[in-house]
């Protein structure tokens, strides 16, 4: 093998260690949601999971259990390289970000300067602003083709569903190695579950919010937000998805009353 075909092969293997993973996810978009079969959760604590749906499908997880069901090695790869989560500290201390800052602490700050913008000069606007409100701009065009659209009160609810619903995911994963006891997975979960229900109303926001966020933190050149985009729709209206098996919960775990359409 010369020196031209050994430069070809990296090349060739580079590309494909670049798109495999995409290729996978747009595939899996085209299946129905995971679901636990051994799982029967009250509906306070589903409705923690279902905070973190999207994520959980984007990674092949179960969306209806603290178990993820995916396999250790592809959490212990995904934490450490994605999260810097390796252990029980680091574990605690990144959800405990997520949940108290995140992305939303300079995102929501972003949005503020569309305040005061009539919504069709959003883009122009956008793209002229720093990095988050950058990609926000260049991603408004390929979500009206998505038909995600945003109003004014969709910007002032900002970005909190991005980074709670990553919380949920980390959460569920660090509890799968055991970097996380299941009280203290259930805790994180719980104080998600409290934020969202003091600012979101529905499923429908929540998803806006989600989707919101991952465009301003890596635009959609990657063309995986068009694919995040076809999950949150589906979470609300394909017959098995996530969000149709339990209302937007409004009371506190202590006072919820509603029921789940699963296993009641």
């Known amino acids: 093998m010369n020196g031209n075909h050994i430069i070809l092969l990296v090349v060739v293997l580079g590309v494909a ?12 978009t085209l299946k129905s949601f995971l679901t636990n079969p051994k799982a029967n959760l009250p509906p306070q604590q589903l409705f923690g999971l ?9 990674i092949t997880a179960y969306w209806n259990s603290l178990e993820t069901g995916v396999p250790s090695l592809r959490l212990r790869t995904g934490l450490s390289e994605w999260w ?43 793209k002229s602003g720093g990095e988050a409100l950058s990609n926000l701009g260049a991603s408004l065009a390929s ?29 569920r ?5 055991k970097f996380l006891d299941e009280s203290q997975a ?19 926001q929540w998803g806006k919010s989600y989707l919101l966020g991952r465009a301003m933190w890596n635009g959609s050149e990657d063309g995986m937000l068009s ?12 017959p098995d998805g ?10 506190s775990a202590q006072d919820s009353g509603h029921a789940s359409k699963l296993g009641t």
């Open 50 to 58: 279902l905070l973190g749906a999207v994520n959980a499908e984007q």
């Open 173 to 177: 994963m660090s509890y799968d190695l």
């Open 227 to 238: 694919g995040l985009a076809s999950i949150t729709a589906e979470c609300q209206v394909a």
């Open 17 to 28: 260690l670049y798109w495999l993973p995409k290729i996978l996810f747009f595939v899996r």
């Open 186 to 204: 259930w805790a994180f979960i719980a104080r998600a579950s409290e934020l969202a229900r003091a600012q979101f109303s529905s499923w429908e």
């Open 143 to 171: 979500l009206k083709e998505d038909k995600t659209t945003f109003t004014a009160e969709d910007l002032a609810r900002g970005t909190l569903a991005w980074d709670l619903g990553r919380a949920v995911v980390v959460t």
């Open 84 to 126: 810097g989560v390796y252990n029980r500290q680091t574990a605690a201390d990144q959800v405990e970000k997520l949940l108290s800052s995140g992305h939303r602490v300079t995102f929501d700050a972003a949005l503020r300067q569309l305040a005061n913008v009539s919504p069709d000069q959003w883009e122009q606007v956008a």
């Open 242 to 251: 996530p969000w149709t098996k339990l209302a937007w919960q409004t009371e």
